[in-house]
């Protein structure tokens, strides 16, 4: 296990924002990982876990406690039943699944970010989550101080969400177990609409594995949305705000608002959320407020290629970056009284 202070973390995060954490401490295997998290909560010292840094914004002055950093490795294939251990780097694990002949996590393809916290997040994108395939996640309980193993129903998933985001402070993830699909090398049913028009294929229909992965990373690279340290596009967290999810009321009163504003032919978009709510699209909402791609003028700007993603562009600060969001979440509830909700967790710092 190895131990630093006063360890800029703003490497360690694809904002590449955020100041130093009093004590860095990385870890390579469970039994590190279980240690470390045991004497920060002996100590009373503020902990903060760090997989991939892909889902995190971190205060201009750092963080004034333990940053754990997650390095763990294991990926285990056992038929279609797959194992992860939570460090394990989540684009390359789910390369291996596709080459291995197995679907299920096809579309979440070129996500970065670590395998441990795809469960926290409910990680999906491109017509799948990760809650669709997760079997099990083992983790550690600070209240019990203990290792657990929660099955799929006692993970709370939903949009977005879990018991794990629900209830930061409790869970450390370890391992993440799937159960994958073996279809004769093909995809699970195409879902998406945008992929399916990229594939030339009908929603429900399959394609071979490998052309849904290829598909899926070249939508995303046209977003900004795969990794590459040349472009500043890419110096984000993917989607700073979660699509919003209305109930009847609220999204009438949205309708209306999108009417008075773009008229009476304009439809934002919708999809089903359950009885009695509607999906609509925040990317929409930020684009028709005004926000479109490449606003601003100073060092955080929305990205070039998707109006989801906040940016920096080489020289931002935590501070530059939230102004932009702020304005950006001010600007959208002016214009249709929809409030949007950030996606990445907040380190020291809130909207």
């Given at each position: 296990?190895?131990?630093?202070?006063?360890?800029?973390?703003?490497?360690?995060?694809?904002?590449?924002?955020?100041?130093?954490?009093?004590?860095?401490?990385?870890?390579?295997?469970?039994?590190?990982?279980?240690?470390?998290?045991?004497?920060?909560?002996a100590s009373g010292t503020p902990l903060l876990v760090i997989g991939g840094g892909?889902?995190?914004?971190?205060?201009?002055?750092?963080?004034?406690?333990?940053?754990?950093?997650?390095?763990?490795?294991?990926?285990?294939?056992?038929?279609?039943?797959?194992?992860?251990?939570?460090?394990?780097?989540?684009?390359?694990?789910?390369?291996?699944?596709?080459?291995?002949?197995?679907?299920?996590?096809?579309?979440?393809?070129?996500?970065?970010?670590?395998?441990?916290?795809?469960?926290?997040?409910?990680?999906?994108?491109?017509?799948?989550?990760?809650?669709?395939?997760?079997?099990?996640?083992?983790?550690?309980?600070?209240?019990?101080?203990?290792?657990v193993a929660l099955s799929n129903e006692e993970c709370g998933f939903s949009y977005?969400?879990?018991?794990?985001?629900?209830?930061?402070?409790?869970?450390?993830?370890?391992?993440?177990?799937?159960?994958?699909?073996?279809?004769?090398?093909?995809?699970?049913?195409?879902?998406?609409?945008?992929?399916?028009?990229?594939?030339?294929?009908?929603?429900?229909?399959?394609?071979?594995?490998?052309?849904?992965?290829?598909?899926?990373?070249?939508?995303?690279?046209?977003?900004?949305?795969?990794?590459?340290?040349?472009?500043?596009?890419?110096?984000?967290?993917?989607?700073?705000?979660?699509?919003?999810?209305?109930?009847?009321?609220?999204?009438?009163?949205?309708?209306?608002?999108?009417?008075?504003?773009?008229?009476?032919?304009?439809?934002?978009?919708?999809?089903?959320?359950?009885?009695?709510?509607?999906?609509?699209?925040?990317?929409?909402?930020?684009?028709?407020?005004?926000?479109?791609?490449?606003?601003?003028?100073?060092?955080?700007?929305?990205?070039?290629?998707?109006?989801?993603?906040?940016?920096?562009?080489?020289?931002?600060?935590?501070?530059?970056?939230?102004?932009?969001?702020?304005?950006?979440?001010?600007?959208?509830?002016?214009?249709?009284g929809v409030t949007l909700v950030n996606e990445p967790v907040m380190v020291g710092?809130?909207?």
């Open positions: 296990m190895q131990e630093r202070h006063d360890a800029p973390l703003a490497p360690l995060t694809t904002f590449r924002l955020g100041g130093p954490a009093r004590r860095l401490v990385t870890a390579t295997t469970d039994a590190e990982v279980v240690e470390a998290v045991r004497d920060a909560d892909s889902n995190l914004v971190v205060g201009d002055k750092g963080f004034e406690g333990t940053a754990l950093r997650i390095a763990t490795s294991g990926f285990s294939l056992d038929g279609t039943s797959l194992e992860l251990a939570a460090g394990e780097v989540w684009s390359q694990a789910v390369a291996r699944t596709v080459e291995a002949g197995l679907a299920g996590i096809e579309c979440l393809s070129g996500i970065p970010g670590s395998a441990g916290a795809t469960p926290i997040q409910n990680v999906g994108a491109y017509g799948q989550e990760v809650s669709s395939t997760i079997t099990e996640v083992v983790a550690y309980d600070r209240a019990a101080g203990r290792t977005r969400h879990s018991r794990f985001k629900a209830d930061p402070d409790r869970y450390v993830v370890l391992r993440v177990r799937f159960e994958l699909e073996d279809a004769g090398g093909m995809s699970a049913p195409v879902k998406y609409p945008e992929t399916a028009r990229a594939l030339g294929v009908e929603a429900g229909d399959r394609v071979p594995l490998e052309q849904a992965r290829e598909t899926v990373l070249k939508l995303r690279a046209g977003k900004g949305m795969v990794l590459d340290a040349e472009d500043h596009d890419t110096w984000s967290a993917g989607s700073f705000f979660t699509n919003p999810i209305l109930d009847d009321a609220a999204f009438a009163a949205f309708r209306e608002r999108v009417r008075e504003r773009l008229g009476d032919d304009a439809a934002p978009p919708a999809y089903p959320a359950g009885e009695g709510r509607t999906k609509t699209s925040a990317a929409w909402l930020i684009d028709k407020a005004g926000f479109t791609k490449g606003y601003g003028s100073g060092p955080a700007r929305i990205s070039t290629k998707h109006t989801l993603a906040l940016t920096n562009r080489g020289s931002a600060t935590t501070e530059d970056l939230l102004a932009l969001a702020r304005e950006v979440v001010a600007g959208v509830r002016e214009a249709f710092v809130g909207l």
